[in-house]
Each structure stands twice: as C-alpha cells, then as structure tokens.
C-alpha cells in the first residue's frame, strides 16, 4: 500500500530491483478477474516494465473488488459461475451489450459507480499512465483522467479478446489501444480509431510459455521432471483457470476410448470436477494424471504432444508460443467464436465439438509419424507472437515518458 494511499486502496506492486536506475514515477494496469487471461496479461506487462530501464513501476489493481461499491463486485462475480453454469445466458448478455446504445446507457450508470474510487486512487498514486486490461473499466477511467488537472496522464487500452471485440473496448479517449490480432486491429479502426493510435503487437504472455518450440528431446525431459513417462504420448485436457468446458465430459470420453496416451487433466479452481476425476479408471493403456490449480502450466504445455481446451484467448495465445497445437472442443458464446476461426485457419489446431470427433481426431494424431501433427507444429511457429509483452511494455513507457515532458 502506498503510504499516503487511503485505507480503502489496495495495491499489488511487482517487485522492482533496479540497481542504479530511476524509474519514471509509476503506471497503474487495471483488470478484473474474470478469468484468468486479463490478469495473466497484466501480470506479463508488468514483468517486462520491471526490466525497462527508467520505465514506470507497475502497480496492478482489481477496481471492482479494491474502488467500487460492493454491489458491482457482486456482480462482476457473476461472470465465473455464468460461464461454467449458464453459458447461453452469458451469451445473450454479451449481444445484448454490443451495440452504441447499450454501451452509452453503461458509461451512464454502472460505469459511473467505478468512478470515484479510481478517482481517489489516482489521485493518492498519481501514476505516469494508466493501462486498461478489461473492457469495463476504459470508460470510467478515461472520464477520470479527463477530469484531471494539470499534465495529462496518458490512458492506454490493452485488449485481451483476440477475434470478437466487445463494443466496451471502444474507447474514444484511449491515447494508444493494443490489439492481439489483425482480426482485432480491423474491428477498432472500423470503430473510428484512428491509426496512429491503434499498435498491433499480439496478446502478452508470460514470458515461460515462449521459449522456443521444445524439441522432441525436451518434452521427454519435462516429463520426467513433471512425473510422467518420458516416452509416451501426452495430452493436455484443460478449461482455462475455471475448470469450463466440459472438463469431466470430454475426460471421460478420452479415458474410455483405450489409447495409448497419458492424459493430463487440469481442473483449474474446479475443485468438483477434480474431485471425480480423481475416481475415474481410464481404459488401458490410458493413464491418468489429474491436477487441480498449477502454477507451471507452461511445463506441462511444452511437455505434451496435444493440448484439448476451450478457446480461451489466453490459453490459445499461450498454447501458440508454447509450441503445443491444439484441440478446441468449445467456446465460450460471444467472444470467443471467432477464436476457433483464427486457430484453425492458421492451421494451429482443430475444431472437436463433440465427444467422437475429440476421440478420433486424438487417435490420429498420436500415432507415431503423424504427418498432420508436424504440420501444426510448423504453423504454430508462425502463429506465434513471444514478444507481445515486452512491446507493449515498451510502448506504455515511451507513452508516459512522453507525457512527462509535455507537449513541445
């Protein structure tokens, strides 16, 4: 906590060693943990300033449950169980919000109610910029800034839906918006952004899932340090930080098919999920491997031969510069549609809607030599795009540091 903060402010700060260096003032990311992906990317953003020379501390905030009424985190909350439990609802949430209308009756109502909670924090960290990670918080916070007095503080939007963008991402005020895809480039400049404030740099990432591509070498490795059979085919089974997406379903489909694989089960915060796939007895020759929150999903990315998910941005980003291709068995209705699009026209993966093509598509391509597998692996290089972070985190420094000298 900063020591002139007030009471009700809580600050996460990465930790910043910088020997004889002297950052410019700080910069204030702010997310929402809806899902794990607006956090992941700030997360990521805030490592790669800490490497910077000169460039502001990051310091993250959550405003919904740190600046708002409680009312609003309640229902910001909802987000979690709508997902996992009422996906078409959410669905229809989503379209019924995407339009200008709907977007301007928000910034005047719940939008509002962010307001003079972010407006107390920025004035106690009076940061050199401020970088919006979620969609719900732009507006509020460039109303904020607007307001301000004295040196303007720049306000940069970093989106982190990769196909589908929500009209609440389109945010007029924005100095600089990042997009995580050509795809999203298209859709804010159709808003009316203008160019030169649009930088298409890809999603970040966490800088340990893009590491090179492993080797056939390395994944034996990291199985053995992970627990596994170095020699057998691995694949991946997750729903994002959730545990969504059919999770016991589709691990049940694998296991009762009898091939020739170790499954890997990530369940996330789904602890009921887990808790029944732990009593689960696969077909042999299929093991079994059943985890609940890890804190390497990286290792285990690189370490398997096939990943099966839903289309999260994050994992699908992840997954991209990890070198693992994928099988998308759903997604979530609204933004992530058109992720599945993106995936499989870049060759990275394959659409598995259902139980049998899952079973199928995993049977061929764990066979030995499989030439479709080496395929994706291929593409995935050339999807992949590791330096996300590290640009963006060179372009929000260069923006404050800009800001603090002024206008010529």
Request: hydrophobic content about 50%; proline content about 11%.
């Given at each position: 906590?900063?020591?002139?903060?007030?009471?009700?402010?809580?600050?996460?700060?990465?930790?910043?060693?910088?020997?004889?260096?002297?950052?410019?003032?700080?910069?204030?990311?702010?997310?929402?943990?809806?899902?794990?992906?607006?956090?992941?990317?700030?997360?990521?953003?805030?490592?790669?300033?800490?490497?910077?020379?000169?460039?502001?501390?990051?310091?993250?905030?959550?405003?919904?449950?740190?600046?708002?009424?409680?009312?609003?985190?309640?229902?910001?909350?909802?987000?979690?169980?709508?997902?996992?439990?009422?996906?078409?609802?959410?669905?229809?949430?989503?379209?019924?919000?995407?339009?200008?209308?709907?977007?301007?009756?928000?910034?005047?109502?719940?939008?509002?109610?962010?307001?003079?909670?972010?407006?107390?924090?920025?004035?106690?960290?009076?940061?050199?910029?401020?970088?919006?990670?979620?969609?719900?918080?732009?507006?509020?916070?460039?109303?904020?800034?607007?307001?301000?007095?004295?040196?303007?503080?720049?306000?940069?939007?970093v989106v982190t839906d990769l196909v589908d963008v929500h009209s609440a991402w389109i945010c007029e005020d924005a100095d600089a918006v990042v997009t995580p895809s050509p795809a999203a480039l298209d859709r804010i400049r159709a808003a009316g952004i203008a160019a030169e404030r649009c930088f298409d740099l890809g999603l970040p990432v966490d800088e340990s899932f893009t590491a090179r591509s492993a080797t056939g070498a390395e994944r034996r490795a990291l199985r053995r340090v992970l627990g596994l059979e170095p020699g057998r085919r691995t694949v991946l089974l997750s729903g994002g930080g959730e545990g969504s997406g059919g999770l016991l379903r589709r691990a049940r489909a694998l296991c009762g098919a009898g091939l020739d694989i170790q499954l890997v089960v990530i369940c996330g915060r789904n602890t009921a999920v887990r808790d029944r796939l732990?009593?689960?007895?696969?077909?042999?020759?299929?093991?079994?491997?059943?985890?609940?929150?890890?804190?390497?999903?990286?290792?285990?990315?690189?370490?398997?031969?096939?990943?099966?998910?839903?289309?999260?941005?994050?994992?699908?980003?992840?997954?991209?510069?990890?070198?693992?291709?994928?099988?998308?068995?759903?997604?979530?209705?609204?933004?992530?549609?058109?992720?599945?699009?993106?995936?499989?026209?870049?060759?990275?993966?394959?659409?598995?809607?259902?139980?049998?093509?899952?079973?199928?598509?995993?049977?061929?391509?764990?066979?030995?030599?499989?030439?479709?597998?080496?395929?994706?692996?291929?593409?995935?290089?050339?999807?992949?795009?590791?330096?996300?972070?590290?640009?963006?985190?060179?372009?929000?420094?260069?923006?404050?540091?800009?800001?603090?000298?002024?206008?010529?």
């Open positions: 906590m900063l020591p002139d903060a007030p009471a009700t402010v809580s600050l996460t700060s990465i930790p910043v060693r910088r020997p004889g260096r002297r950052p410019r003032g700080t910069v204030l990311l702010l997310l929402a943990d809806t899902g794990g992906g607006h956090r992941a990317s700030a997360l990521a953003v805030a490592r790669e300033l800490v490497r910077l020379p000169d460039a502001p501390v990051p310091h993250l905030l959550d405003p919904f449950t740190h600046a708002a009424p409680r009312p609003v985190g309640w229902t910001v909350g909802l987000y979690s169980p709508l997902i996992r439990h009422l996906p078409p609802l959410w669905g229809a949430l989503f379209h019924a919000s995407n339009s200008r209308p709907a977007l301007a009756a928000l910034r005047a109502t719940a939008f509002r109610l962010l307001e003079p909670g972010l407006e107390e924090l920025i004035d106690a960290l009076r940061p050199a910029a401020v970088v919006s990670f979620h969609p719900l918080v732009n507006h509020a916070a460039a109303r904020v800034l607007r307001r301000r007095p004295g040196t303007p503080i720049p306000l940069i939007t732990l009593a689960l007895q696969p077909e042999p020759p299929t093991t079994l491997h059943v985890h609940g929150f890890v804190p390497n999903m990286a290792e285990w990315m690189r370490a398997s031969d096939l990943m099966v998910t839903k289309a999260g941005p994050a994992t699908i980003t992840e997954a991209l510069c990890a070198g693992v291709p994928l099988l998308l068995t759903s997604h979530i209705p609204g933004q992530e549609r058109g992720n599945v699009d993106l995936v499989v026209t870049v060759g990275a993966g394959r659409h598995v809607p259902g139980e049998a093509a899952l079973v199928d598509a995993v049977a061929e391509l764990v066979r030995p030599g499989s030439v479709a597998l080496l395929a994706m692996r291929e593409a995935l290089v050339a999807a992949s795009r590791p330096e996300a972070s590290a640009a963006t985190a060179r372009l929000i420094s260069l923006l404050a540091a800009r800001a603090a000298v002024g206008p010529r």
